[in-house]
DNA sequence: CGGTTCATTGATAGCGGTCAAGGATTGTGG
DNA sequence: CCACAATCCTTGACCGCTATCAATGAACCG
């Protein structure tokens, strides 16, 4: 509890109307009038510790949630416990389209910091989007990027090197941090060398060993978390199919 | 052109309502009358002779396609020529779901037999399925089903190894070929070697050899692309983390 | 039937995994 | 505020899985 008027773990309400991140969430395309038809849809927020478990496989799936603050990531997990991060997730994007296809959550989403997030009840996301057709549409484009997002990821899996997979990891991370207005060349990782490695099919020393060997190529400044970085270009061109040395 | 009466390439017309798919396509779960304007939708269409491309990427999006019969495979590509099959498809599955995203398609879909597919423009779901909520919510769990199954396709990219990788690839096959109606041990692959490789994040030559050593050690009989499940059980023992040997 | 594509198998090499130890950082409780 | 524990990161040595290179054989197709 603050002092805010009218505070509450679930209050401290934003509209989407009025929201910074309107330009990368599911207002993304929508008029002024849509979206104050959102507002009313988005009326919870809820508070997730970092370590906290926003979902988990097999909760019952009520709601997308949609990142305000705050740094998650999303794993599945095989029968013999192995699991794999399947996405990180930062401010204005979208978590649980997973939990649409059976009513139940597919993964876990963790926090890796403080975060909030803002609760879609889906039943009434559908209802709306009956009505609105921008609503609709923009929602079906979210799930499309998605799929191919994770075609993308299956590409990097499937075909690159480490050094190729750390690298275009840097850069997409960079590009979305540049989007939300954070600086392009220097960043501060929200998860482990081991989550790292899990999301790209490595071991955490592969990615520790990775990390110094750009660092002593110049691409990097590794400073555990602290990541600077030297070189954009070269880490550009290591997934442009130039050699490893 | 055949001799059917009003027969052309898009025509031989089998409504949704009365087509044996419809427990696997996009009408599951619909009333009987809402299928009924599904049929209006799905007016036509679209044979793809084995090797031709039913789209590629960068083609302008304008339909989704259920594969009639036939089998699809669809495959994203790097700058630098790398390729990476994202996945098979076969009849009952949608494809296309990529280009909602940018309004462009973002891999290519092949077909590697002759193949008949079922053309769904999609502006038109979209206005149907504002109307009929069943349609809308079908629609949303396939493209949600999608997500699942790929986070799956990442979760064996990421952390299996090439034994297991195959064992869940030919466990996935039989089931959807089960589910179909046909033989859950004896079935004929209808893509090369390189294509499984791909999509299982292995060289061709792995993948032979890996058929060769579940022959060898009783799992299979492999004659080129004849496969007999011997023992589904112990295939599945591999991905249940039973020890290599 | 001859060419082309596809599959199998062997030999070898290298990338990344595994095991292990030590160091840095963070957080917590006295 | 310090001490201690827990977690995370780095680095080294070694190994094994899979890639690579190469040759042969089988199947398919025009």
Redesign the pocket.
């Known amino acids: 509890m603050n002092s805010c008027p009218g505070s509450s773990n679930t209050a401290f309400k934003v509209a989407c109307s009025s929201c910074n991140l309107r330009e990368l969430c599911l207002p993304v395309g929508l008029t002024h009038s849509d979206i104050e038809r959102l507002d009313r849809l988005v009326a919870t927020r809820r508070n997730v510790a ?1 370590g906290d478990t926003l979902f988990r496989t097999g909760d019952s799936f009520q709601s997308l949630y949609a990142v305000r603050t705050g740094f998650f990531k999303t794993c599945v997990s095989a029968e013999d416990g192995r699991d794999q991060v399947t996405g990180f997730q930062m401010a204005g994007e979208l978590l649980g389209l997973d939990g649409i296809s059976s009513d139940r959550h597919a993964c876990d989403a963790v926090a890796l910091e403080d975060s909030q997030v803002c609760v879609i009840p889906y039943g009434q996301l559908e209802v709306l989007s009956r009505e609105f057709t921008d609503l609709q549409h923009q929602f079906h484009k979210i799930m499309s990027r998605e799929i191919v997002r994770d075609h993308g990821v299956m590409l990097l899996l499937g075909s ?6 750390l690298a275009a990891f840097l850069l997409n991370l960079t590009q979305r941090l540049r989007a939300r207005g954070f600086s392009a060349s220097s960043l501060v ?1 929200r ?7 899990s999301y790209l ?12 060997k750009f ?1 002593e190529d110049g691409l990097l400044e ?4 602290q990541i600077r970085i030297v070189s954009q270009d070269g880490l550009q061109a290591l997934l442009n199919g130039a050699p ?1 040395y």
Do not use: D, H, N, P
Not at 201 to 212: A, C, D, N, P, Q
């Open positions: 970092r690159m090197r480490a050094e190729e997979r990782l998860m482990t060398r081991e989550e790292i490695g099919g490595l071991k955490l020393e592969t990615v520790s060993r990775t990390f110094s660092q590794v400073k555990q978390r490893a």
